[in-house]
């Protein structure tokens, strides 16, 4: 069965640092997301990728972050200078069409812990 | 109000049992709607679709009530295996369209 990849599993970093979390998504799917989920609550929405260029973010997606999709299978999403309180699982997600007609499929994702 | 809401349980029933879980959604105009399961510390995962004329896979069953704006899951004969945290998942209206929003999650538990 297709997977999205993550990597890497786990970071750490110390605050202020910058960090990179990359992800591989279905080949032939055309939307990318990434979600976070800090522990302990629920999954929460950062951003969406479609034909380029971010379709919609959320209100935490803030100037800290981007996301990036460098080549024809990675997809990125850096945060640029960290802070104690984006310690989370980053997910990232691909579906193969709007939301509404299919359902995501995510990665393993990737425990950022900053410290 | 929430734009998903759940109730967090946790829901600890015996193998065998039959358990419904419960969903609001507070936007009228949500499009799709969703079961995801989350195993501890595990990517969500989808459990199936929820249309408006209900639908069944297996042992699982999903309403939706567009009047109520509530979505339920039924697990019939519910297996070890089925322990787990159910999110309720809302497409709502957006300016993509490819937005899903997760609720909290209800955390079911089964004992042999």
């Known amino acids: 069965e297709p997977e999205v990849t993550q990597t890497p599993s786990h970071q750490v970093t110390q605050m202020g640092q910058e960090v990179i979390l990359r992800c591989v998504p279905i080949?032939?799917?055309?939307?990318f997301y990434w979600y976070r989920q800090i522990l302990g609550q629920k999954v929460e929405f950062l951003v969406s990728?479609?034909?380029?260029?971010?379709?919609?973010k959320s209100e935490i997606f803030d100037d800290q972050f981007s996301v990036e999709r460098p080549d024809g299978s990675n997809f990125t999403l850096k945060i640029r200078s960290t802070k104690l309180e984006d310690s989370a699982m980053y997910f990232c997600a691909s579906s193969e069409g709007l939301a509404r007609d299919y359902g995501y499929t995510f990665g393993s994702g990737t425990r950022l812990t900053v410290v | 109000r929430k734009e998903v809401e759940q109730d967090p349980g946790p829901f600890n029933v015996p193998e065998g049992a039959t358990v419904a879980f419960n969903c609001t959604y507070s936007?009228?105009?949500?499009?799709?709607f969703f079961w995801y399961r989350q195993d501890c510390r595990k990517e969500p995962k989808l459990l199936m679709s929820v249309y408006s004329s209900g639908n069944e896979d297996g042992r699982f069953t999903a309403q939706l009530n567009r009047a109520s704006q509530y979505i339920s899951l039924l697990i019939r004969d519910s297996k070890l295996s089925d322990s787990a945290t159910y999110l309720c998942v809302v497409n709502p209206p957006s300016s993509s369209a490819s937005k899903i929003i997760f609720g909290s999650g209800t955390r079911l538990s089964i004992r042999p």
């Open positions: 080949s032939n799917h055309l939307y």
């Open positions: 990728f479609y034909n380029n260029e971010i379709s919609e």
């Open positions: 936007n009228s105009a949500s499009q799709s």
